[in-house]
């Protein structure tokens, strides 16, 4: 196939930033007259100056969408706010061909004391359109943004909501050849999220994207490429998404440690994972492709019972619940003080590669499987187990593959 023209080229791009305001005016005048002497030194850090971002090198084709991805502080707005030419870099090369739409800080680039209407044609005169061509796209803009009610109001009284939908329609609807989009979509509702990355997808076609996120979900869902940045360099470039998200999360020190709902005081012992024991939650088990996951503990019932479930929540690294096991059929044991319980569960393996957390909810439980109603919460622990799975057959961006049976026949 043949591949598509370069939109975006980035070569050895570095910023240096100072930590101290004064120091850094000082320097600003050292700057001045190094330049005017023409013997500036960029590559040099001076006490309180790092790097932002540090010689950061890629290339970005017409219908890629490159996932920019980092810890706070990263240096990925940094780096799009060059890209943008909205801060010039200390060394490095930016080449860009065609227009640029970009949504970097929220309410940026616009003037507040203007009404959206007023405002867009602002932006779209400054992106280097005609008021002609302004004037026939106006009213996409506005329909886009859902904000017709309030598109002659001034900007200043705009929610932070509305400044973002408002943003993203110019950036998005005047049809540029790089589209730059910052976190700022997250402050976005859901509806109107779900109808940006919509509008991505479509501009995919003839459009080079950035887009800066903390969702993997969504990065791994519209983008084709990804750069992870870690104090301003650049860890991973790949077109592994899968690779891309598992990185990401080893940044992060594994610190997920969820509070215990004990009021009854339940003891659970035993636990075990694959016949191993789990012990303090210090055991992460490595499932094999196609490997069955088997839980199991024991508890002490602190009090009479009539009847209980167990349930087993699945949380994924960024702690969003992806699946939950439950015994409900369990209902209708009773318990009694002080008899001891093991359970053990079989959970077929149709999880895709990453680390998954399985915590322990025992509650009390009135009323049949179809039908019941939720009493006492016993014990609850979000993360018991660790596991991750690895080789697993599929890398998908969906934690959980369903198995289905399928039948393909040719007519
Ligand atoms: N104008 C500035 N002067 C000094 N330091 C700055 C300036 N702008 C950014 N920085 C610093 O540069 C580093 C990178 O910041 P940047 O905003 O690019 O991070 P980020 O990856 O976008 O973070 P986040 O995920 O929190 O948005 C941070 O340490 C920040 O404090």
Redesign the pocket.
Known sequence: MEEKEVLIKVEGLSKK???DLKT?LWYGVQDLVSNIRGNKNERLLRDKE?W??KDINFELRRGECLGLI????????????ILNGL?NPDAGKVTIKGRVGALIELGAGFNPILSGRENIYNNAAVLGFSKKEIEAKVEEIIDFSEIREFIDMPVQNYSSGMKVRLGFAIAAQMEPDVLII??VLAVGDVGFRIKCLNRISDLLNNCAVIL?S?SMPQIARICTNGLL?HN?QERLITNSIGELVEQYYKVFTDNYKSNEINPFGIDIYDIKANGLDVGDNELALNLKKGEDLELSFTFKCPLDIKEFSIHLPITDEQMIHVALTSSLENIGVSLNHGDDIYVKCKIPSSFTNGKFYVGITIIETKGGPNHFNIGKILYKKENCFKFYVRESPLTTSVPIILNSNFTVEYE
């Not at 980092?70 to 706010?81: E, F, I, R």
């Open positions: 930033f100072c930590k850094s790092f932002a971002v980092g810890h706070n502080g990263a240096g990925k707005s940094t780096l799009l706010k801060i910052d976190e800066v903390h940045l301003g």
